[in-house]
């Protein structure tokens, strides 16, 4: 068992024996009331779920395991040169819950070098797919013929003691985060580069390595990698790509399966792919404008009409923050001080700077403030991914961290299947009549 492993059998431990007596003790404390259009609209704002990996805050943004993004990437070691945190580093930390060393982030790079490769088989089930095909399918179909290997579900056929689930799905996990990078960046260079496919290089760290299999050798980009899958990796446990994740492995589905139906999610418009919309928006408005750099009025006079039309402005908004996404902050650093300059960057903060004033005029959202993918799109076009299709997976290789952190810790405390009550319509009107009794139910 290697030393990370151990550590987190430890930690499992002494975490299993707090929720025991929080459970014994304080087992029938109520939590919070349920509104009828909390049911109805989302379960939004409902707590009946547990991750340990992030805590999202309506004000600060998210944190992972109590540390803001700006003191992550203060605090988390760097590659040799570099400014931005690695995600080997957050990923032992929302596994652990400890800040890791340079050697903790030595030691993971190296493992998930060791464990990133791909049976050819998996090359051969995404060769099948039309070219047209999205490459958010793509990646799932890379997924899920990944599945054979999952040593979860071979043990879990032979039979094993169910105390013994979390390390199976601790090797799934593990093996599954190092040869992800290796399928998005095979689905890249298969859709937009003629099938001319990069080796991965065992001398770079996990991002670095993705950057360079993607076809980019920019230092800049690297780091903007490192940024991009750090900022990405988790959003608490309630989103639909975690919450779903969580739900499907909760079925003791072994994690290849659990996170591809996540990657389903995330697939979806109100989800991941916001972050194709904001710059293909972004490009419109530009286009529309006759080009070159718009004024504040002209793009304000854009907004008004996007609003008009019965359509949102992608990017700004959020179900839980009500301040400015601390990840759109991030990036517009990077940004500063990388390529402060870039026309592209620039409209993006011009309209960071025009859009709130008219959102909190017309009260259109709780909200008015800029979320993760607001920004993220222009980065990407600077370093010459103009790809938009392509940004949910980058997306989704980050989010494994996270997620796949979770799916461990759900089976280490032995997490029950989620299984929530549902009514009927019907049920809703004779209950608000007092007619029947909820606590029944």
Known sequence: MGYIKEKFK????????????????????????????????GMRGITGLVTETSLLDANEGIRFRGYSIPELRE?????????????????????????????????????WGRRSHVPNHVFDAIEALPLSTHPMTMFTVGIMALQTESLFAKAYAEGINK???????????????????????YIYRRKYKGGDHIQPNGMLDWAGNFAHMLGYSDEGFRELMRLYMVIHADHEGGNVSAHTTH??????????????????????????????????????????????????????????????????????????????????????????????????VRIVWMVYETVPPILQELGKVKNPWPNVDA?????????????????????????????????????????????????TTEWMKLFVEGKVDASAE
Not at 23 to 37: M, P, S
Not at 299 to 311: N, S, W
């Open 163 to 185: 105390k013994d689930y979390w390390s199976y799905v601790y090797e799934d996990t593990m093996n599954l985060i190092a040869r992800l990078p290796r399928i998005a960046a």
């Open 247 to 344: 739900l499907v492995g909760s079925a003791l589905s072994d994690a290849y399966l659990s996170f591809a139906a996540g990657m389903n999610g995330l697939a979806g418009p109100l989800h991941g792919l916001a972050n194709q919309e904001v710059i293909k928006w972004i490009l419109n408005m530009r286009e529309e404008l006759g080009g070159g750099m718009p004024t504040k009025d002209e793009i304000a006079a854009y907004v008004r009409k996007t609003l008009a039309d019965g359509k949102v402005v992608p990017g700004y908004g959020h179900a839980v923050l009500r301040k400015t996404d601390p990840r759109f902050t991030a990036q517009m650093e990077f940004a500063k001080n990388h390529l402060p300059n870039d026309e592209l």
């Open 375 to 423: 920004h993220s799109g222009a980065l990407l076009v600077h370093y010459g991914m103009v790809e938009y299709e392509f940004y949910t997976v980058l997306f989704g290789v980050s989010r494994a961290l996270g997620v796949l952190a979770s799916l461990c810790w759900d089976r280490a405390m032995g997490l029950s299947i989620e299984r929530p009550k549902s009514v």
């Open 75 to 111: 605090a988390l070691p760097k590659a040799p040169g570099g400014q931005e945190p690695l995600p080997e580093g957050l990923f032992y930390l929302m596994l652990i819950g400890e800040l890791p060393t340079e050697e903790d982030v030595q030691s993971l790079s190296a493992v």
């Open 10 to 41: 430890v930690k499992a431990d002494e975490l299993n024996a707090e929720v025991k007596d929080l459970l014994k003790n304080h087992g029938t404390t109520k939590v919070g009331d349920v509104t009828i259009a909390q049911v109805y609209q």
